[in-house]
């Protein structure tokens, strides 16, 4: 009951287009979706999060779906780039955990030029 | 702004022997978590230090043990090193309250047990 789900393990799109990875969960007492993205030998960066009262979130390139009674969400990103190829992670957070975040398994994205 | 900081940036160990990692959270941060990260896999939460105290732990052994200095600086010793525990070691802090879940990633330490 506390794992996230992610898919695809890994995905490959031309520059411009849109990668949509995607995530399911069961625990209903999660609270907090984040995404991160990792580079080869950095830590994850936190991209963007989106808590359960709001279906969607967007931030620059970067969107967020949420589907509460699917307990689904996944991550949009547009007009991808090559920079953007990197391992994403999305994760959630129970409510009353102080943060302890659980992390799906990631996604390598590659964007060919 | 510094980031979060982590040392060292790799380390190499032999099965059985003690190894000790350290974090500095970002500037005005006050808690701090330890994150395992096994080669292609998510981050496995580990435990959570505030105000110099242990305040949830990850299912992880007695063997993973950690410290919270005053400055908010934190430690992540193992003990009796095992091959399974080679790993990226991830140290992530964040602020107290509404925003707590908002967590900040350092590079990590590369741990080789050999």
């Known amino acids: 009951q506390q794992q996230v789900k992610q898919s695809p393990q890994s995905l490959i799109v031309q520059k411009g287009g849109i990668p949509i990875i995607n995530c399911a969960y069961e625990n209903t007492a999660f609270d907090y979706f984040p995404w991160y993205q990792q580079f080869p030998g950095k830590g994850p960066a936190l991209l963007i999060a989106i808590r359960p009262d709001v279906s969607e979130k967007k931030e620059g390139r970067f969107t967020i779906s949420f589907n509460k009674s699917a307990k689904q969400f996944s991550l949009h990103i547009m007009d991808s780039q090559p920079g953007d190829s990197a391992t994403y992670f999305c994760a959630a957070s129970v409510r009353g955990s102080q943060g302890n975040l659980i992390f799906g398994k990631g996604t390598k994205l590659s964007v060919k030029p | 702004d510094a980031g979060v900081t982590q040392s060292p940036t790799h380390l190499i160990k032999t099965r059985g022997q003690q190894v000790t990692l350290r974090c500095s959270p970002k500037?005005?941060?006050?808690?701090v978590s330890w994150y395992q990260q096994a080669l292609g896999q998510g981050p496995q939460f580990i435990f959570q230090y505030y105000e110099e105290e242990e305040r949830q732990r990850g299912n992880f052994p007695d063997r993973f043990s950690g410290h919270q200095f005053p400055n908010y600086s934190s430690e992540l010793n193992v003990n009796a090193l095992l091959l399974g525990d080679s790993a990226l070691y991830l140290c992530?802090?964040?602020?107290?309250?509404?925003?707590?879940?908002?967590?900040?990633f350092g590079p990590g330490t590369r741990l080789t047990v050999t």
């Open positions: 992530a802090s964040s602020l107290p309250g509404v925003l707590d879940y908002e967590q900040y």
């Open positions: 500037s005005g941060h006050d808690t």
